[in-house]
């Protein structure tokens, strides 16, 4: 596609319920990164993936949150017993190269999330 | 821990004023610094970066933003603002030790509203 590609773009969610996001990048990128984004606050990093490999997931809050990307494209971050501080926009990018610390960031529109 | 401030939360302007927006990391090395923008019901996009060289760096749509490394400070600047410029903006920083590849800490963001 032309651009990164998020679904569903709203999400609600009971609290204690799985939710699975989903992310589409831009086709041939290989790294691939996912942030959470709170109310009034800018994004903050949670994982990202070199191809199929998740080579960081430092910023996962809890054990809660499962990340994966088996071919290499798609993505998808699962969020287990959803808990009201999981509500975010939660937002996917891609970019191009295997490794650059410069390289420009595609960012997708965001699943905003809210748990009630 | 590294951080990126960014200092004013929501700025209100006229069109034709003189724009600056804030932003400080807490790092003394080396870093690559961005600036991304979110228009209303768009996803990020890339305003313009630094990694080497000229410290005066010009992006899109007239943006440009000074690396001042003994301030720790790359500021955003627009001598003349539209309208069109109201949108959200955030600094991100790479910090050397982030991996190999383009992790960015965010600011929390500026909202600037631009009045016709």
């Known amino acids: 596609g032309a651009g990164v590609s998020q679904s569903p773009r709203y999400k609600v969610a009971k609290r204690g319920q799985d939710v699975a996001l989903r992310c589409d990048p831009i086709s041939g990128h290989v790294s691939l990164f996912w942030y959470q984004q709170a109310l009034g606050q800018g994004p903050e990093f949670l994982t990202y993936f070199q191809n199929e490999a998740q080579l960081d997931k430092s910023g996962l809050p809890s054990d809660r949150f499962f990340a994966e990307r088996p071919e290499g494209s798609v993505s998808t971050l699962k969020i287990q017993r959803t808990q009201q501080e999981d509500s975010a926009v939660y937002l996917c990018a891609s970019s191009l190269t295997t490794s650059s610390t410069n390289e420009k960031l595609f960012f997708g529109s965001g699943t905003q999330l809210s748990v009630l | 821990a590294q951080s990126v401030s960014q200092h004013n939360h929501h700025v209100i302007l006229s069109e034709a004023a003189s724009l600056e927006l804030g932003c400080n990391y807490s790092?003394?090395?080396?870093?690559?610094l961005f600036w991304y923008v979110q228009y209303p019901g768009q996803h990020l996009q890339l305003l313009l970066k630094?990694?080497?060289?000229?410290?005066l760096v010009k992006g899109i749509k007239g943006f440009e933003a000074e690396f001042i490394k003994s301030k720790f400070s790359f500021n955003l600047r627009k001598p003349s603002v539209q309208w069109s410029d109201t949108a959200e903006y955030f600094c991100a920083v790479n910090f050397p030790f982030s991996g190999g590849y383009n992790k960015l800490i965010f600011g929390a963001g500026t909202r600037l509203a631009v009045h016709p």
């Open positions: 630094y990694f080497s060289g000229d410290p």
């Open positions: 790092y003394g090395g080396t870093v690559n």
